[in-house]
């Protein structure tokens, strides 16, 4: 049994995608003199806003405006335990100092999600124009299959 490509491409592009965020990530904290350990844990949050951005669009394959998958609990409530087992590991020193992180300032969070945000718009758009270029290709077939709607009745 062979994978079909779709099934591969977003896998592929949110890799692809994370690795380059985390590689911008570096560069931008470097620049902005942040040390190792913020550096660390500006890479911790940009892969966690990858792995959550690729929950959000990898469940059904499509935009989230025309999935589901914002309205299920179980997706909320992950988006939820990411969020608070990454700030446990940030700003709890016990966790901060045995992992290697270190507690970052708003600035450096706000830039470490950048990227991930911005990977997660272009992919987005991407999936928005493959729907509605779907919707009307499936219109224009629609016309010209035989169907009992489309036939008329004469009575």
Do not use: H, W
């Not at 990411?82 to 290697?100: I, K, Q």
């Not at 290709?137 to 009575?155: A, I, L």
């Amino acid at each position: 049994k062979t994978v079909p490509i779709e099934n591969l491409v977003y896998p592929a592009l949110f890799a692809f995608g994370g690795a380059v965020c985390v590689y911008i990530n570096f560069y931008v904290g470097k620049q902005m003199t942040a040390v190792d350990n913020e550096l660390y844990s500006m890479s911790l949050i940009c892969m966690a806003a990858v792995l959550l951005a690729y929950l959000c669009i990898g469940v059904e394959k499509r935009s989230v405006i025309y999935s589901s998958a914002l309205k299920n609990r179980f997706i909320l409530l992950a988006v939820g335990g990411v969020c608070a087992v990454t700030a446990l590991l940030l700003y709890v020193s016990r966790f901060s100092n045995a992992f290697g992180f270190a507690p970052i300032s708003g600035r450096l969070v706000l830039s470490a999600l950048l990227c991930p945000v911005s990977l997660f718009v272009v992919l987005q758009i991407i999936l928005i124009v493959t729907e509605l270029t779907k919707k009307s290709s499936r219109s224009e077939t629609d016309r010209y299959t035989y169907s009992p709607e489309n036939t008329v009745k004469n009575d």
